[in-house]
């Protein structure tokens, strides 16, 4: 069986794949980053918060230029996942204007990005479009 690894720790892997925020327990703010306290309210206590797997396309633009070995053009947007805004690429869409839009229903899905020496796969995740 091949061993897969997140290459986020807010990135759940398994049968249902989905991401956790640190969610503020005061406001409900939902922050993928490890926060000492809310930047919404300042309170100090976070749980775990799965982070729905479908939303819409808030706002994007399509990379034409990126450093060596990144391929171009590719589609990086910000998704609103019912109220948690979650930066990632959009991915299984062609990088074209004519095919992204905004409000485009999207869902998560994850893909390999990388194989160490041992086979283990680093899982890396975006957002593809959901068929009407």
Not at 7 to 36: I, S, W
Not at 43 to 54: I, L, N, Q, R
Not at 100 to 127: I, Q
Request: proline share 6%.
């Amino acid at each position: 069986m091949t061993k897969t690894v997140p290459v986020v720790d807010y990135l759940t892997l398994g049968e249902h794949p989905h991401l956790t925020a640190h969610g503020c327990t005061t406001c409900g703010a939902r922050f993928f980053d490890r926060r000492n306290a809310c930047a919404g309210c300042g309170a100090a206590d976070f749980e775990s918060v799965a982070v729905a797997t479908e939303g819409v396309l808030t706002t994007f633009t399509i990379v034409t230029m990126a450093r060596p070995g990144i391929p171009v053009p590719f589609v990086a947007g910000v998704v609103d996942c019912d109220g948690t805004s979650v930066r990632a690429n959009v991915i299984n869409v062609e990088p074209a204007p004519d095919h992204v839009r905004l409000g485009m229903k999207l869902r998560l899905a994850t893909s390999v990005v990388g194989v160490d020496d041992e086979g283990t796969e680093a899982m890396g995740f975006g957002f593809e479009p959901v068929e009407d």
